[in-house]
């Protein structure tokens, strides 16, 4: 459906180098720090930024120097930019008033997408009177009235406390089935939640393309880094390991087995159990995440909310489902 093929493009001070991807009507979540480039790449789709290097294509064709008004791909900013002199019901009229379609055909449209957005309520009020919430979905409903062949989103849920995000996701999911979307965001929840195909962008380079699966085997150190994993040097490798899989236990009497440094493993002594000592923790009620101090390094650990911990407590540490990166 849509193929990006070594899409470069400098903006300010930033570089987009030679981003290289192809999609089919999968739900797509580019992903990715803030300031790696996720904004430029689906302004590029869109048509607003020309590139300065590579092509787009879309079915095949050509689009890289297409009009954003003949691509028909819906694009909704992180600000919903939503014209605070109209009420809702002209906000999303907007673009078909600009395409002149017909009153009845505009009409019966604004009515059936603000029955599916569940904003029928709101025609006549303007921006300035509502939630985030709403704001999101009249500018999802602008958009999707003009029967997009693609749908760009950037940061849609950003904006939105806890609740109100667990329904947009939602409602996203549905339009999902009759639009195909790209979803740019900083959030893995969302990810997971939302992505059957995920672009990881880092600094203006694409470091990983693939299904949920990538966040289980990351490609490379700096994918590893990014997705919170731990990276362990270990008999002239690096590994990666998730937090969730290093295990430990309070460990009473290793006087034997670490060093006055605390930080490093005793080689010399035959017992395999390798030892650290806890820097702190965040009690989130449901798990905890412990920061521990092991071979000059950081370690992230996520325990059961039972797990008895506090500062200075020396831990046995072991490790599960290690990668090599």
């Excluded at 070594?6 to 030679?18: D, G, Y």
């Excluded at 600009?98 to 009409?107: E, L, N, P, Q, V």
């Excluded at 939640?193 to 085997?217: M, P, Q, S």
């Excluded at 937090?243 to 005793?266: C, G, L, R, S, Y």
């Amino acid at each position: 459906m849509l193929k990006l093929e070594n899409v470069s493009k400098a903006w300010k001070e930033f570089q987009l180098r030679n981003v290289s991807f192809e999609l089919n009507d999968k739900y797509c979540v580019i992903l990715g720090p803030s300031g790696a480039g996720k904004s430029v790449i689906i302004q590029c789709i869109a048509g607003i930024l020309d590139v300065d290097g590579g092509n787009i294509y879309y079915d095949g064709e050509d689009i890289t120097e297409l009009k954003p008004e003949y691509r028909n791909f819906g694009y909704v900013p992180q600000n919903y930019a939503l014209f605070p002199n109209m009420n809702v019901y002209k906000n999303i009229k907007y673009g078909m008033t600009i395409r002149k379609i017909d009153k009845i055909t505009a009409d019966k449209k604004i009515n059936d997408m603000a029955e599916f957005l569940n904003i029928s309520h709101i025609l006549e009020r303007t921006p300035k009177t509502l939630s985030g919430g709403e704001q999101q979905r009249v500018a999802l409903a602008r958009a999707l009235v003009l029967d997009p062949k693609l749908l760009l989103l950037d940061e849609p849920t950003s904006a939105l406390d806890i609740h109100i995000k667990d329904t947009v996701m939602d409602e996203l999911k549905k339009i999902s089935e009759i639009t195909p979307i790209i979803h740019i965001t900083h959030d893995f929840v969302e990810a997971r939640t939302l992505g059957e195909n995920i672009a990881i962008v880092i600094d203006g380079e694409l470091n990983d393309f693939g299904t949920k699966d990538i966040f289980k085997n990351p490609k490379n150190e700096r994918v590893a880094k990014f997705l919170g994993y731990n990276i362990i040097s270990e008999n002239n490798s690096k590994l990666a390991v998730a937090p969730e899989n290093v295990k430990i236990e309070k460990a009473d009497m290793i006087t034997n087995n670490i060093n006055n440094n605390n930080n490093n493993n005793n080689l010399d002594n035959p017992i395999s159990t390798k030892y650290g000592i806890v820097n702190g923790y965040i009690d989130f009620g449901y798990y905890k995440s412990v920061s521990i101090s092991y071979n000059n390094d950081n370690l992230k650990c996520i325990c059961d909310e039972d797990f008895e911990i506090k500062s200075g407590d020396n831990v046995s540490v072991n490790f599960e489902n290690m990668i090599n990166i």
